[in-house]
């Protein structure tokens, strides 16, 4: 008695004789539940029938079983094939139907592109080929953060996330994302398909994100709106790398630390001197540096070694650079740090010196508003607890990790 692979064929072959002759005998599918024989599939870049208990016999060649093979066959997401080869509904292309989504291609073209799970469910709610985002340009992609997924298509975008979902970003709103940076940018990834926006007699258009907004009217364009986030910066603490090369043998470092921003001064913190600290020794902190909306600043770091000095000497200084840097900032009219102002804080903390006390290290650098919400959305770890670190110090006078976590309040 034939097999459902063999029954299909025996229908085909008569209207389809380029499927051509077996190249394998009828196999099982490494699962052990489905079956599949290879064909010729001649001038068609070869032929197969695959079958499955669930989905029974259906045959795949050309375009859509390259796509499908490179994607690993039955276990790739989509898994096994629920229809012939057909037509698209637009009559523009060809598919095949799989349990978990399609494999589609358009005409005079010379890629197949799969789209599956939630993202098929999306397109297929608007109906396919047929709607206007119209035949997919890629297959299903990962996010450079590894937590979302999306296909582009001739009409639009379609992102998804675990807790957003899938969502369609088109148009002049999708180009004002693009333009952000993508789901990278300041606005994340979108919550809501396109909109029509109340009391614009349909004419006006907006996404939600989870960043903020984008609305769209004929008039005015795309125009966006941010959420503002509140998040504090800590300093949890430091490790000794390497200790100095004094005879001496005990260091006893202190460090100064704190932010420069636009916004409400912020205190710097002081450590106070630590006696006696050695290599691989670890001392925790928990020292607030700046609480307040996300947005560019400059965090800045001295580091001094105490041998005759006095260490609260330093204090009312370091705090008056901080406070230039506050003031330029206060000053600038866009949302980014210009070069200068974080020069000058570098130069303030280069001119900080005393007599008898060394400096072990310093550093003045920019934390953008998008690097400290990828530190908020970064699962912290070690110990001390960290979501960045600084490396400063040398050879002669010791070098210190420093430990900052970002936590959204």
Same mark, same amino acid.
């Given at each position: 008695?034939?097999?459902?692979?063999?029954?299909?064929?025996?229908?085909?072959?008569?209207?389809?004789?380029?499927?051509?002759?077996?190249?394998?005998?009828?196999?099982?599918?490494?699962?052990?539940?489905?079956?599949?024989?290879?064909?010729?599939?001649?001038?068609?870049?070869?032929?197969?029938?695959?079958?499955?208990?669930?989905?029974?016999?259906?045959?795949?060649? &050309?375009?859509?079983? *390259?796509?499908?093979?490179?994607?690993?066959?039955?276990? *790739?997401?989509?898994?096994?094939?629920?229809?012939?080869?057909?037509?698209?509904?637009?009559?523009?292309?060809?598919?095949?139907?799989?349990?978990? &989504?399609?494999?589609?291609?358009?005409?005079?073209?010379?890629?197949?592109?799969?789209?599956?799970?939630?993202?098929?469910?999306?397109?297929?709610?608007?109906?396919?080929?047929?709607?206007?985002?119209?035949?997919?340009?890629?297959?299903?992609?990962? /996010?450079?953060?590894?937590?979302?997924?999306?296909?582009?298509?001739?009409?639009?975008?379609?992102?998804?996330?675990?807790? /957003?979902?899938?969502?369609?970003?088109?148009?002049?709103?999708?180009?004002?994302?693009?333009?952000?940076?993508?789901?990278? &940018?300041?606005?994340?990834?979108?919550?809501?398909?396109?909109?029509?926006?109340?009391?614009?007699?349909?004419?006006?258009?907006?996404?939600?994100?989870?960043?903020?907004?984008?609305?769209?009217?004929?008039?005015?364009?795309?125009?966006?709106?941010?959420?503002?986030?509140?998040?504090?910066?800590?300093?949890?603490?430091?490790?000794?790398?390497?200790?100095?090369?004094?005879?001496?043998?005990?260091?006893?470092?202190?460090?100064?630390?704190?932010?420069?921003? *636009?916004?409400?001064?912020?205190?710097?913190?002081?450590?106070?001197?630590?006696?006696?600290?050695?290599?691989?020794?670890?001392?925790?902190?928990?020292?607030?540096?700046?609480?307040?909306? @996300?947005?560019?600043?400059?965090?800045?770091?001295?580091?001094?070694?105490?041998?005759?000095?006095?260490?609260?000497?330093?204090?009312?200084?370091?705090?008056?650079?901080?406070?230039?840097?506050?003031? @330029?900032?206060?000053?600038?009219?866009?949302? /980014?740090?210009?070069?200068?102002?974080?020069?000058?804080?570098?130069?303030?903390?280069?001119?900080?010196? &005393?007599?008898?006390?060394?400096?072990?290290?310093?550093?003045?650098?920019?934390?953008?508003?998008?690097?400290?919400?990828?530190?908020?959305?970064?699962?912290?770890?070690?110990?001390?607890?960290?979501?960045?670190?600084?490396?400063?110090?040398?050879?002669?006078?010791?070098?210190?990790?420093?430990?900052?976590?970002?936590?959204?309040?």
């Amino acid at each position: 008695m034939p097999s459902a692979i063999d029954t299909k064929y025996n229908e085909l072959i008569k209207t389809n004789p380029w499927i051509g002759k077996p190249v394998t005998n009828e196999q099982a599918c490494p699962d052990k539940i489905g079956y599949y024989r290879h064909y010729e599939g001649l001038n068609h870049g070869g032929a197969s029938i695959y079958w499955h208990p669930q989905t029974g016999a259906h045959l795949i060649y &050309g375009l859509i079983r *390259s796509k499908w093979a490179a994607l690993g066959w039955e276990k *790739s997401p989509l898994g096994y094939p629920t229809s012939d080869e057909g037509k698209a509904g637009s009559g523009k292309g060809r598919y095949n139907n799989f349990q978990n &989504g399609t494999i589609i291609w358009k005409q005079n073209t010379s890629q197949a592109f799969a789209v599956y799970g939630r993202i098929y469910d999306k397109w297929a709610e608007k109906n396919w080929d047929l709607g206007f985002l119209g035949f997919p340009l890629t297959d299903e992609l990962g /996010t450079p953060d590894g937590v979302g997924r999306f296909n582009h298509f001739e009409g639009g975008s379609i992102y998804w996330t675990p807790s /957003t979902g899938a969502h369609i970003v088109m148009g002049l709103i999708r180009e004002a994302w693009k333009n952000q940076g993508w789901e990278t &940018g300041r606005l994340r990834y979108p919550c809501t398909d396109e909109l029509v926006t109340e009391g614009t007699n349909g004419k006006g258009r907006y996404n939600l994100f989870e960043g903020g907004e984008i609305h769209w009217t004929p008039e005015g364009g795309a125009k966006i709106k941010f959420y503002e986030v509140n998040i504090e910066i800590w300093f949890s603490g430091f490790k000794c790398l390497d200790e100095s090369s004094e005879i001496s043998g005990s260091d006893e470092p202190y460090m100064f630390l704190g932010v420069s921003t *636009s916004g409400k001064a912020q205190t710097p913190y002081e450590t106070g001197v630590i006696g006696d600290v050695d290599k691989g020794n670890v001392i925790r902190a928990a020292a607030r540096l700046y609480s307040g909306i @996300a947005q560019d600043l400059i965090l800045a770091v001295v580091i001094r070694e105490n041998d005759e000095g006095d260490p609260h000497a330093y204090s009312s200084t370091f705090k008056s650079i901080l406070d230039a840097g506050n003031v @330029a900032l206060g000053a600038t009219t866009g949302v /980014t740090i210009p070069g200068n102002i974080l020069q000058l804080v570098s130069n303030g903390l280069s001119n900080l010196a &005393g007599a008898g006390d060394d400096t072990v290290g310093r550093r003045a650098d920019l934390l953008t508003r998008d690097y400290l919400m990828q530190m908020v959305n970064k699962a912290e770890g070690g110990d001390p607890v960290a979501d960045f670190t600084w490396d400063i110090g040398n050879k002669s006078e010791g070098i210190y990790r420093l430990y900052f976590f970002v936590k959204k309040v």
